[in-house]
């Protein structure tokens, strides 16, 4: 039979889904005239510039006559008092013309201050070296990502290391490799280093570098002076300085970026057009190749990172909504949760969504909380309670139930990857089986965390072993441990600096050998962990000895002696750990609220900073004083007026997804979507190898054959990355939610709920209040109810026309998806 909704002309779905599915959002609008300002400013106040290549950008700001402060660096005018010193373009960068003493007067709506320019050594020659001159350039225009010549292959015969990691390595490539073609000091304008990325010959990069730009000037400079490579005592780059470092931003609004890079002999030069800049949410903000960072119109925190080799630095913004809302109100808190929450709103002119009523709260803590939904004689219960204390008193009721440690144990076997495939059967099942016991007796996760990694003994009598069997290598556990217990990604720093964070090489490696003891052997009871001698670490490019030591800490002198694991569990789960309780905490409200404070979870990092770093302060604080008790962090959460919005937006909230001003929207798990079908059809799902009455939630072999779990984004497990769960929707989960002859062989199953309710409940008006508390686990409105009944009426097959209505329920969003 073929359905659609709008035969049916059923109404149901939630007024809250309009503003998110489908909906154009205005373009920024484009920079407006400048307001009148009060007062102008200048960053620096003075410059010095040393030779006659380095440049130096003025970033100019005014307060307006409303107290905002904005950036006027493309609007005001540049005037240099001695040209034959040094001269300003009208975006306001100076650059030298000969030794010497002037000034850059700057000038906007009348008012106007000065800059002193000193210029020194103009008159020295230019001593090239290759790091600080030509390593930025083919950074800055991604010759050695691994999208071109940095991939492990090379390009074309041509290998870069990626990002610029090994500096001599990149040297002679360039200047030794190619039958001396890339580098031509004898004609250096005839090198394939120019002639390629300036597109005077073909190349499959396109244009990068145009003749006769500063990069362009710089290589060939640097190649007729025969190619200098860096001599000893060379100066290096130690830091970088980003201004502004943090602005308060209108809609619309725009922002300059300077970069400045600081070199261990006291030099700072402007390295913007050499910078590569990256925004964390385009949503928010996006950034320009030279640095200019361009407002939208949604409302929140955005982060710029700025890197230079292999530094980084980050600019911070806030974007209020352009509304300023008069006499804020005072909010509802129930818990130290909802005053941070409600101070970031009040910055960004935006009121939270009213309280979500009991229906949608007892629907949505049901799914967060157990990944079940509430059956109806349970919605109809907690409906009628009239206790003020209905709702804690549920999550406490929830928090028992077999239910709880089924989904929990699910959620943690993704992470630490309980595959069947490296396992077997038997080792799967006792490390899953492990998990959920743990999870059962309410162990607390640092005890949890530090039984996994200290694990040794026979692998079949010690289930937890199985952490160390899914991946073989020392690197691996390492970087699972970091991601998954910290929420940091080390696995790039394997092979080079990484590009987004501040870790090393060595420190990943610092890192692997706390597991570089660990191995398997056979002995009489059979394939046993255990840690075993003293072996050494060296750094794969210096070769110098590397020892253990965590992330963020200093390299001992010598590695721990006995069972270096140990060292690390106690350093992981300590409370001061800068990671681990804000990690845990983060994860647990991604998984509650719908998005992380860090975003994505496990991607933290010094350039993507959250967007609330006092409430995530405050969750790992109070995480540390309930002693890593997982069900009382969901107590908190739950009982938390902020979990407890509506998902309804208002005027002020409806473009904000970032800053929990209401409820989102998050489509259920592949495996709560699959028992929350079986379960409101009344139909269970058979799954190959394992007993009936298995549900989704309790699989714990990942390798199950089930084309609807692997539809809608089951993990395969072979990462421990977040991403690998999916719950994206797409068409062909509609499709197949529409059309699949299973999905219609439960709703017409005989002995399914709906064939049962049209037998036992004569009363249509009855009929449909069934159906909506058990597909919704609400009440129909009078509105709802009138139309089902109308609708059965017309059937003809009453219980066809049920099978209709259930039908129709399960393929709204209001089913699909918690909210």
Not at 37 to 58: C, H, M, Q, W, Y
Not at 788 to 797: E, I, Y
Request: hydrophobic share 35%.
């Amino acid at each position: 039979m073929c359905r659609t909704l709008c035969s049916l002309g059923v109404a149901l779905t939630l007024a809250a889904c309009g503003p998110l599915w489908g909906q154009e959002l205005p373009s920024p609008a484009p920079p407006s005239q400048t307001p009148e300002i009060a007062e102008l400013s200048v960053d620096p106040g003075e410059i010095k510039l040393r030779g006659r290549t380095n440049s130096f950008a003025i970033l100019t700001s005014a307060k307006t006559v409303t107290g905002h402060v904005i950036d006027t660096t493309a609007s005001a005018q540049y005037r240099s008092g001695d040209e034959k010193v040094a001269v300003v373009s009208a975006e306001g960068i100076v650059s030298p013309r000969g030794n010497g003493e002037t000034f850059v007067e700057v000038t906007l709506q009348g008012k106007s201050t000065r800059v002193t320019v000193r210029i020194v050594d103009f008159d020295l020659p230019r001593q090239f070296h290759f790091e600080n001159d030509v390593l930025p350039i083919l950074s800055r225009y991604s010759c050695n990502t691994s999208s071109c010549h940095g991939k492990a292959e090379g390009q074309n015969g041509f290998k870069l290391s990626v990002f610029a990691f090994d500096a001599r390595g990149d040297f002679e490539a360039l200047a030794m490799e190619g039958r001396g073609r890339r580098t031509f000091p004898a004609a250096p304008q005839r090198s394939l280093l120019l002639t390629k990325p300036s597109g005077e010959i073909p190349h499959a990069g396109g244009l990068r570098i145009p003749r006769g730009s500063s990069a362009y000037e710089t290589l060939r400079g640097w190649i007729t002076a025969g190619m200098p490579f860096d001599p000893p005592g060379s100066a290096k780059v130690v830091g970088i300085a980003l201004s502004p470092r943090e602005r308060l931003l209108e809609m619309g609004d725009r922002q300059q970026l300077r970069v400045v890079a600081r070199y261990s002999d006291g030099a700072e030069i402007d390295v913007t057009g050499l910078s590569r800049f990256q925004s964390n949410d385009e949503g928010l903000a996006t950034v320009t190749t030279t640095g200019m960072v361009n407002t939208g119109t949604v409302p929140g925190s955005v982060a710029i990172m700025a890197a230079y080799m292999g530094e980084m630095a980050v600019f911070q913004a806030l974007v209020p909504r352009s509304e300023k809302i008069q006499n804020y109100p005072e909010l509802p808190a129930n818990n130290f949760i909802d005053p941070l929450v409600h101070q970031r709103l009040k910055k960004l002119n935006i009121l939270p969504s009213e309280g979500a009523d009991d229906a949608e709260y007892l629907r949505r803590v049901y799914l967060d909380v157990i990944g079940t939904l509430p059956t109806a004689g349970e919605a109809r219960a907690f409906l009628a309670d009239a206790r003020t204390d209905r709702r804690a008193r549920l999550v406490d009721e929830l928090l028992k139930r077999p239910e709880f440690n089924d989904y929990w144990a699910l959620k943690w076997a993704d992470l630490l990857k309980v595959d069947r495939g490296p396992l077997g059967r038997k080792g799967a099942h006792n490390f899953y089986r492990w998990i959920r016991e743990r999870i059962a007796a309410g162990q607390p996760l640092d005890q949890f965390v530090q039984d996994l990694i200290t694990a040794e003994g026979p692998t079949g009598e010690v289930a937890q072993t199985a952490f160390f069997k899914v991946d073989k290598k020392p690197g691996q556990w390492s970087s699972n441990v970091s991601q998954v217990f910290l929420g940091i990604r080390i696995t790039c720093a394997e092979c080079h600096h990484h590009p987004y964070d501040r870790w090393s090489q060595t420190d990943y490696f610092g890192m692997q050998a706390f597991f570089t003891p660990i191995r398997l052997r056979n002995s009489p009871r059979g394939e046993v962990l255990e840690s075993a001698g003293d072996p050494a670490t060296k750094h794969p490019r210096s070769g110098e000895p590397i020892f253990a030591y965590a992330l963020g800490t200093e390299m001992p002198a010598a590695s721990p002696t006995g069972d270096r694991r140990r060292v690390l569990a106690a350093w992981l789960a300590a409370p001061e750990n800068p990671w681990f309780a804000r990690n845990l905490s983060n994860r647990l409200w991604d998984h509650f609220l719908g998005r992380g404070l860090v975003e994505p979870v496990d991607d933290v990092r010094e350039t993507n900073p959250p967007t609330n770093p006092e409430l995530l302060d405050a969750l790992a604080k109070h995480l540390v004083e309930k002693k890593f008790d997982l069900r009382e962090m969901i107590r908190t959460i739950t009982a938390s007026r902020t979990y407890q919005q509506s998902s309804r937006p208002n005027a002020t909230n409806e473009r904000d997804e970032q800053n929990f001003s209401r409820a989102l929207f998050k489509r259920l798990e592949a495996e709560v979507l699959l028992d929350a079908v079986c379960q409101t059809t009344g139909v269970e799902e058979k799954f190959e190898g394992l007993p009936a009455g298995y549900r989704a939630i309790q699989l714990w072999d990942n390798r199950v054959p089930h084309y609807f779990l692997k539809l809608f984004g089951r993990p395969v497990r072979a990462t421990a990355c977040e991403c690998e769960r999916s719950v994206e929707a797409s068409v062909g989960q509609v499709l197949h939610l529409m059309n699949s002859p299973q999905i219609q062989s439960k709703l017409s199953h005989a002995g399914g709920t709906i064939a049962k309710l049209a037998r036992e409940t004569t009363d249509d008006s009855k009929l449909v209040e069934e159906l909506y508390l058990t597909y919704y686990n609400r009440m129909p409105s009078d509105q709802e109810r009138q139309t089902a009944v109308a609708h059965l009426k017309a059937s003809g097959d009453r219980t066809g026309g049920a099978e209709d209505l259930a039908w129709s329920m399960l393929n709204t969003i209001e089913f699909v998806f918690n909210h």
